[in-house]
């Protein structure tokens, strides 16, 4: 099976958009970081231009990838302006590592 990660980049306050539909599209887990650049939107106050972003990741099926990057790529109309970024990334390799209970 093939696996990619679904990238986006998104004005920190879009997430109230974002997370009903990433649920229910049935995501089996998701990471969302706080992360700083520009884009379409550069900040005039800040001395680089950075505004504050979310990274959202979410690792899936190929399959599974391009109808999660559809449906965010869907939402843009209700976006802050200046949208954001959806990207899908191969991933060469997924291993779910996790610690296992004996009894």
Do not use: W
């Not at 089996?28 to 505004?51: A, R, W």
């Not at 599974?64 to 843009?76: C, K, T, V, W, Y």
């Amino acid at each position: 099976m093939k696996f990619c990660k679904v990238v986006a980049i998104m004005n920190i306050t879009d997430y109230n958009v974002l997370h009903i539909p990433i649920q229910q599209l049935g995501v089996p887990g998701v990471t969302v970081s706080m992360v700083k650049g520009f884009g379409d939107y550069i900040n005039g106050f800040n001395p680089f231009g950075f505004s504050d972003n979310m990274k959202v990741e979410i690792y899936t099926t190929a399959k599974q990838a391009e109808i999660i990057a559809a449906e965010l790529s869907a939402l843009a109309d209700q976006l802050t302006e200046g949208g954001g970024v959806v990207a899908i990334e191969p991933v060469h390799q997924l291993m779910n590592v996790r610690k296992i209970h004996s009894s």
